[in-house]
């Protein structure tokens, strides 16, 4: 149980609240926003930062929160901590006039986030739904062992005893399957005995989920040495997941554990009542809360320093992937060792001397807190973004699929289809809407290269709104959602989500540059009509809050837009900073092959947007 | 006033510094707090548990675990000697015998009925820890470690390679826009720790590393060359644990960097004198960047505070600042206004900014996140 509760304070009542903190406590800064109750609605009113203060020689995570909160305070003019207590944090309550708040929530992800080890008997199976169990509660997975992994024993334990995961999840085998693979993991996990990253004399936790007829086995083994602990099986059945209860163990042990070792998280629980949420895990309540009132399928993505998360609700089904090396500064290394100088010089509108971009690329990775001041360096800084988040898509497709290994009963129209088991969940033709975040695409000074870059990486097909998380907001949202979701949900509309606009991206078979593939009628918002021709982005201007209609005529049988192939199809779009853009460029996007004709199809591409091009 | 966002990077030619020295796991304290240690002193040692030698007994046996109920002669927790009889499975009529020997010395950890397994914990492993640098004991850390406290000249670089190691300062280069090329390298560098100036290439660190050289400190090195180098790419910023044969520590950047004239006069003034390197670094919130410590010899202790580690400094007019991002990159110069209200930069964001006048007079706009307080 949470330490606030066993101080013995109330759960708050939704409806006598008017001002609420919120804190993300992340890698690198505490975020701090405040949420008001006003004659309008809920709104997002005032926020501050202030660096993190989870490592040395602060070690104490309140601090960095009392910089945020005070900045906050300076800000908005009301009074929030209570300043007769210097050490943790203390606060004015409850809300009244100016001064005070009535709940305080937060999330973290300081201190390299929640770290876990996964393991299953066979990798595509039992392994992939403990590693989709532990994204999906917020977790880096650090390393995914199964019988099958290709290594041998003594290089898997070589391997463990250099990690220091926070938890274990151990799985595999299916309820009253064989119990000898998942026996084996666990001697090798005892033999490989890994420590846990924070408290020395903790017992690291090992949350069992796997074949419920060999628990006791493993129980007998790991016992004494591991704080063991166990869930129903996450793969009862080879044709059904199970996650939820393993999720929560998760979430609990994350509280009772890691975070209670973090240094300084103890303060910061027992200044709320409600539960400390991971960042991804927050940020994925609020994608679910989305998803579900619109009724649409939904990806979001947070690029940030160290990590790129992306989350997706496709088909009902929530998945979270990390990766955990593709960032924009600790990180932005690795995103150059994994896609190649080539790959993030091919987005660039000029010819640039690739060991120039590399040079600065690594200064940018040891000052990384520094920002592009000049046109070039910010480009060079989106080329990045644009492969990471690449990467990052194509990380979660591998990850967000079907069960594997099932035997499915086939109808005649199945037979038609042929789909494979295990395949991905991720249809951009069905994806309505995108969600970026993180500085690059949050912050960036024009929000057109914020939309370009979700289509040059993203590639959405047929309709979706693109949109950026104002200010990062996501994560403060989906800890409050968990008191009042209502109130999160009024939020997240009007202050949390920035629209950039509607992207219309007909799909075709290969068709000749220059041909006509779509032919377009707006009305309302807008007023516009024309045709629109393979290789083209086209852009045309509607605002922020404005709606028009669209009228869409594929140009070719082949030629999809939403509807199916060769139909017609009629839109409701919203406007955003980008307006409605139609991207005909094809999928998967080519780029030219000669440099000079890459470059000046980059900039042709940003000029039709409206971006500069350095 | 207002925050810079990157702390600057301590150069200074008297602190006191404390290094703690830790176990990966308890162990035993090998020193008393007052003790004077040296690099090489051994203040704590411990015993790492002995890797686990599975024996799969069923396998080995050809039997079905089950089978082995009865016939394995060790128990959990025995210590068993290599040739030891472990199981033992008679076959049809008794005539045929199967026996399983145990392959190597250690204690029964384990035994699991399901699989038939044994794992064999072998004999624990030795490990130290060395003091690192020459100093006092200060702190002792019950079963894990010491706290050394140390007077003298403390460099921190921005990036490196390579361990900790120990060996005199040496200078290779007359200024700090020299490049360290090849030419330069003596051919004797036992023990050095070469200082250059601008830069270094992939010939002239295997031609140091061949004299001799314990490590070699420049302002920059180009991300080719260090790739060349390293014979990789490095992915996140994580380092130290590279296997190369001498420390590298770069002081301002990946480039060609002139080397900061008071980093590279702080080095001159030391050259001779003995010194403990280190290129680890780490580039996450509390970096750890790598360090060149130059204990004052005869000056090991004081009663000075403890240092305060790198936290933000405080902007001021008349800060001494430097430019860390294009297009100013390695610009110095001082802080002459810190508007208050965010200005727009070329790239359109709106940031706070300062503005510092540099060593040519011109006056310049900077985001104060693109700047690091040139610490005194």
Request: charge should be neutral; proline fraction near 6%; charged fraction near 25%.
């Amino acid at each position: 149980m949470h330490q606030g509760r066993e101080r013995g304070e109330p759960p708050p009542d939704p409806e006598k609240l008017k001002v609420v903190l919120a804190t993300d406590c992340g890698s690198t800064t505490t975020k701090a926003v405040l949420f008001e109750l006003r004659p309008e609605g809920w709104r997002q009113t005032f926020r501050g930062e202030a660096p993190t203060t989870v490592e040395k020689p602060f070690e104490d995570v309140t601090i960095g929160a009392r910089n945020a909160i005070s900045e906050v305070e300076e800000l908005s003019g009301r009074r929030i901590l209570d300043q007769s207590v210097s050490d943790g944090l203390a606060f004015v309550r409850p809300a009244g006039g100016k001064d005070g708040i009535d709940l305080y929530v937060s999330t973290s992800s300081a201190g390299g986030g929640l770290q876990m080890m996964v393991t299953g008997v066979v990798r595509t199976m039992t392994a992939e739904s403990a590693e989709r169990a532990a994204l999906g509660a917020g977790a880096i997975v650090m390393d995914v062992l199964s019988v099958d992994d290709g290594r041998r024993p003594h290089e898997r334990i070589r391997k463990i005893r250099h990690l220091r995961p926070d938890i274990v999840l151990l799985s595999g085998g299916v309820d009253g399957g064989t119990r000898q693979h998942i026996v084996e993991l666990a001697e090798t996990l005892l033999a490989a005995d890994p420590k846990p990253r924070f408290g020395r004399t903790l017992k690291l936790p090992i949350i069992y989920a796997g074949n419920r007829d060999a628990a006791e086995d493993v129980r007998k083994l790991l016992e004494g040495r591991f704080g063991f602990q166990q869930v129903p099986n996450i793969r009862p059945v080879l044709e059904r997941e199970n996650l939820g209860p393993a999720r929560a163990a998760i979430h609990e042990v994350f509280l009772s554990h890691v975070m209670s070792h973090a240094p300084g998280y103890d303060k910061v629980m027992a200044a709320s009542p409600v539960d400390i949420m991971s960042t991804p895990h927050a940020v994925g309540v609020m994608a679910e809360l989305a998803a579900k009132r619109r009724g649409i399928d939904l990806m979001a993505v947070d690029i940030g320093g160290a990590t790129t998360d992306v989350f997706s609700v496709c088909k009902g089904i929530f998945n979270r992937t990390v990766s955990a090396n593709l960032g924009m500064s600790y990180s932005v290394s690795n995103v150059l060792a994994e896609a190649g100088i080539e790959n993030i010089c091919r987005w660039l509108p000029f010819r640039a001397d690739p060991d120039a971009i590399r040079g600065s690329l690594r200064n940018k990775m040891i000052r990384p807190t520094t920002i592009p001041q000049d046109m070039r360096d910010l480009i060079v800084e989106q080329a990045v973004a644009r492969e990471a988040l690449r990467l990052a898509l194509s990380h979660h497709k591998s990850l967000a699929v079907g069960l594997k290994g099932v035997q499915q009963e086939r109808t005649i129209a199945d037979a038609f289809e042929q789909n494979a088991t295990g395949a991905s969940l991720i249809d951009m033709m069905a994806v309505g809407m995108i969600i970026g975040s993180g500085g690059v695409l949050s912050h960036a000074p024009d929000r057109k290269s914020a939309a370009l870059m979700l289509l040059d990486s993203f590639e959405p097909q047929g309709v979706t709104e693109l949109c950026v998380d104002s200010i990062f907001m996501m994560p403060h949202l989906g800890v409050f959602g968990s008191v009042h979701p209502g109130a999160a949900q009024e939020i997240f509309e009007r202050d949390c989500l920035v629209c950039l606009g509607t992207s219309i991206c007909p799909v075709s078979g290969r068709i000749r540059p220059g041909t006509p593939v779509l032919k377009y009628e707006i009305s309302g918002g807008a007023k516009a009509a024309g045709t629109v021709a393979a290789g083209e982005l086209v852009r045309i201007e509607l605002p922020v809050g404005e709606r028009a209609r669209v009228v869409l005529e594929p140009l070719g049988r082949s030629v999809d837009v939403g509807a199916g192939r060769g139909r017609r199809l009629e839109i409701e779009a919203k406007g955003g900073h980008a307006g409605i853009v139609f991207d005909a460029r094809g999928r998967p996007l080519a780029l030219p092959d000669d440099p000079d004709e890459r470059a000046a199809a980059n900039a042709r591409w940003m000029e039709a947007l409206g971006i500069a091009t350095g | 006033m207002g925050t810079a966002y990157t702390p600057g990077l301590k150069v200074s030619a008297d602190a006191t510094i404390e290094k703690i020295r830790r176990l990966p796991v308890k162990g035993e304290v090998l020193v008393d707090v007052g003790a004077t240690v040296s690099p090489d002193t051994v203040v704590a040692r411990a015993l790492l548990p002995g890797d686990i030698e599975i024996v799969r007994l069923a396998d080995r046996m050809g039997v079905d675990p089950d089978e082995l109920t009865g016939n394995v002669r060790v128990r959990v927790g025995d210590e068993v000697r290599k040739g030891d009889l472990l199981a033992e499975v008679r076959g049809f009529f008794g005539l045929f015998k199967s026996q399983v020997a145990s392959p190597c010395d250690g204690r029964v950890e384990y035994y699991t009925e399901v699989t038939g397994h044994l794992g064999i914990r072998k004999p624990p492993v030795p490990i130290e820890i060395n003091a690192y640098v020459a100093g006092v004991v200060r702190e002792v850390i019950a079963g894990e470690g010491v706290v050394v406290r140390t007077r003298g000249a403390f460099i921190q670089g921005i990036f490196g390679v390579g361990g900790e190691r120990q060996g005199r300062i040496r200078m290779s280069c007359g200024s700090p826009g020299e490049e360290l090329s090849p030419d330069r390298v003596p051919a004797d560098a036992r023990g050095a720790i070469l200082v250059g100036g601008s830069s270094v290439g992939p010939e002239a660190l295997k031609r140091a590393a061949a004299a001799g050289a314990r490590a070699v400190v420049v302002g920059g090195i180009t991300d080719r060359d260090l790739r060349e180098y390293l014979g990789y790419d490095i992915g996140i910023a994580i380092t130290g644990d590279e296997n190369i044969p001498l420390t590298l520590i770069l002081t301002e950047g990946f480039g060609r960097m002139p080397m900061a004239r008071r980093t590279f006069e702080l080095l001159r003034s030391q050259e001779g004198k003995a010194a403990s390197v280190n290129g680890a670094t780490q580039i996450r919130a509390g970096a750890m960047r790598p360090e060149i410590i130059v204990p004052a010899e005869g000056a090991r202790d004081d009663d000075r505070a403890a240092p305060e580690g790198a936290g933000a400094g405080t902007l001021g007019i008349g800060t001494p600042v430097r430019a860390i991002r294009e297009p100013y990159f390695g610009q110095i110069g001082e802080v002459v206004e810190l508007p208050p209200q965010p200005v727009r930069i070329p790239t359109g964001a709106v940031v706070r900014v300062l503005r510092m006048r540099i060593g040519d007079g011109r006056v310049i706009e900077v985001p104060r996140a693109n700047v690091e307080i040139v610490e005194l």
